[in-house]
């Protein structure tokens, strides 16, 4: 007897891989592999999720009102052009089952994010991958790769893994090329971190055009990962279409508690960018020190890259063995570097201690 069988392509994904946790023998775990915020959650959302502990066996408000108000307050924003979601993959699938499927393509660069290519797949699009020049988004690459079938446009900026950055002014230009059909999505996860004057989000495009999304997460610098909320600002007619098709409960109550409670935090945002800058800096110069290539990153991690295969997995053994963990990338394409999130003042020194001691020794 045969079972049910899924459409052939979905056999075709590879599963994402999150950072591992643990390392199975460390007395200690540094755990480096998953970009998450350096403090851990702000005090207020942690006050916010004990609070909500009470009111849990309410279903929440399933347009995160509140939620959506707090956000447009803090960024300027209208709350109507405002959609949460249980973390900003959860948007991401929406737009790809939404607007792609069988005939739609789907454009991304080489190394973007891979719940790109996997939600794109799973809508039944064909997803083209766009090659890098030196590790960043290369715009023209892109707009060669867009045909009259091609639907979706992804870019994460600042591109994780890479660490890569596109200006305002380029990705203006990029969105002005673009035909009108194509919805651009800036994936701006990581955009409390950027400290280049040239940079936008994104809201500047979405303001200005129909045809331009921006998502963002709490999942970083609001150090709220485990919670699971996103959220993405959008012309009325996409948010229109996200409402129609999201899951009606998509963002618990704690999390959206967690939420509002983490952009009332005072000077977490501020702290926690200028701690970033700075032990970037300091990673980065150590690493270069050390002998490893280190890509320009306006992220909170970097890509140290180590030229070879061999060479990376035994940095990354070399580490684990000290109860460090960061990130293999070899699913992005790239099994010759390693991303390493910034961490605390100490974590850094570690990461600089231990791979240059492997340099030195290996």
């Not at 610098?221 to 998509?250: H, K, Q, T």
Request: hydrophobic share 45%.
């Amino acid at each position: 007897m045969t079972g049910p069988t899924p459409r052939p392509e979905i056999l075709g994904i590879h599963p994402y891989v999150a950072g591992e946790s643990t390392v199975a023998g460390a007395n200690r775990t540094v755990k480096l592999s998953s970009n998450e915020g350096a403090f851990g959650v702000p005090p207020g959302a942690q006050a916010a999720i004990r609070e909500a502990t009470e009111e849990v066996f309410r279903y929440p408000d399933g347009g995160a009102t509140a939620l959506r108000a707090a956000l447009g307050k803090r960024w300027g924003l209208d709350p109507a052009r405002i959609v949460c979601g249980a973390g900003s993959d959860d948007l991401l699938y929406q737009f790809c089952l939404s607007y792609g499927g069988p005939g739609r393509d789907i454009v991304m660069s080489a190394h973007g994010f891979t719940i790109y290519e996997i939600a794109g797949v799973y809508a039944g699009s064909k997803v083209i991958k766009v090659p890098e020049r030196d590790m960043a988004t290369d715009l023209d690459a892109m707009l060669a790769a867009v045909s009259p079938a091609t639907r979706l446009v992804f870019i994460a900026n600042p591109n994780n893994p890479t660490g890569s950055m596109v200006s305002a002014e380029a990705l203006a230009r990029f969105r002005a090329a673009l035909p009108a059909h194509v919805l651009l999505v800036i994936d701006s996860a990581y955009a409390e971190y950027v400290t280049a004057d040239e940079y936008d989000a994104g809201i500047k495009l979405v303001d200005a055009t129909d045809n331009t999304v921006m998502t963002r997460t709490f999942s970083k610098i609001f150090g709220l990962g485990g919670m699971r909320i996103g959220w993405c600002y959008a012309p009325p007619a996409v948010v229109d279409v996200l409402n129609r098709v999201r899951g009606p409960f998509n963002v618990s109550v704690a999390a959206q508690a967690a939420a509002i409670a983490a952009l009332a935090e005072p000077g977490w945002v501020e702290h926690s960018r200028a701690h970033n800058a700075e032990f970037r800096q300091v990673m980065t110069d150590g690493l270069t020190a050390a002998g490893i290539k280190v890509w320009p990153s306006q992220g909170n991690f970097v890509l140290a890259d180590f030229v070879t295969v061999d060479k990376a997995n035994a940095a990354d053994a070399f580490l684990r063995k000290r109860g460090i963990i960061v990130r293999k990338v070899g699913g992005y394409g790239l099994p010759h570097c390693l991303r390493i999130t910034i961490g605390t003042a100490e974590e850094v020194g570690l990461i600089i201690e231990g791979l240059t001691e492997f340099v030195r020794h290996g």
